[in-house]
């Protein structure tokens, strides 16, 4: 969650790895897992940075 957290604010994987003293390719990977588990896109990518979605994060609880 931190990797999310970090990306959310600075909106690029890059700048979040460097902040994470991690590589973009760790970071790309725990959002890409995220995303997997969570069943939906959180980030939409543009050519220099990450957009967040703007849809509502909806999670259920039960599904576990």
Do not use: I, W
Not at 12 to 35: C, D, I, S, W
């Amino acid at each position: 969650m931190r990797a999310f957290e970090v990306s959310g604010r600075r909106l690029n994987f890059r700048a979040a790895a460097e902040e994470l003293a991690v590589t973009q390719g760790a970071v790309a990977q725990q959002m890409r897992a995220l995303e997997e588990h969570l069943g939906q896109a959180l980030f939409q990518p543009q050519p220099h940075y990450q957009q967040l979605q703007e849809q509502p994060l909806v999670h259920d609880a039960h599904d576990h």
